[in-house]
């Protein structure tokens, strides 16, 4: 017996034994639709990040997020840190992470680190790490260079201590973290290994 000799009808094959509510539906599906997409958009769109340093060094203070303050002090003078904190930074810090991964189907993403170190004043200097993803995350809008990972200002205490406050994300920070504390006391320590 096939399905039509069963007797069984569908509003396909039989017009006149359609749902009551199709044309409802039918007619207020596109406004639901927008709804949804609405609904789903703007949280997405709300996602607010630091836009420049400060704003980084603010949100970390006002601790939003998954942030930290660390204050560290370094026998050495601020000249010896800078000048070993801009050696390391620009071999070590500055690269692209490229990843491969195998998740169903071949991803490709890769981190490109951005440093930036620079005197901003007689006893003062500044670090700062951005790191710009690729893909990047969906709902915001990431500052030139990347987002603000990791921040340092750096002051003379007197002639032979510089005091650190470091700015930093709580995750995914360790490796670097150590090597910065390290060269901030003149330990020229090797390279963290990034992913």
């Known amino acids: 017996m096939t399905f039509l000799e069963s007797g069984i009808t569908t509003s396909a094959l039989n017009p006149s034994r359609r749902c009551p509510y199709s044309s409802f539906v039918t007619a207020k599906l596109p406004v639901v639709g927008s709804l949804l997409v609405l609904l789903v958009a703007a949280p997405a769109s709300a996602i607010w990040v630091p836009q420049n ?18 204050k560290l002090s370094s026998d050495q003078p601020l000249d010896k840190v800078y000048a070993l904190l801009e050696e390391k930074v620009s071999s070590c810090l500055d690269v692209k992470v490229s990843r491969t991964a195998n998740v169903g189907y071949v991803e490709h993403s890769s981190t490109d680190y951005n440093p930036t170190v620079m005197r901003v004043g007689k006893d003062k200097a500044e670090f700062t790490l951005q790191l710009q993803h690729n893909p990047r995350g969906v709902g915001h809008t990431p500052p030139p260079g990347g987002l603000y990972f990791m921040a340092a200002d750096l002051r003379a205490i007197d002639e032979n201590h510089t005091e650190i406050v470091l700015y930093r994300s709580s995750i995914g920070a360790k490796k670097i973290v150590e090597s910065l504390t390290k060269w901030f006391d003149g330990d020229p320590a090797p390279c963290p290994k990034l992913k």
């Open 53 to 70: 340093r400060a704003e980084f060094v603010k949100a970390v203070e006002d601790g939003k997020g998954a942030t930290t303050i660390d």
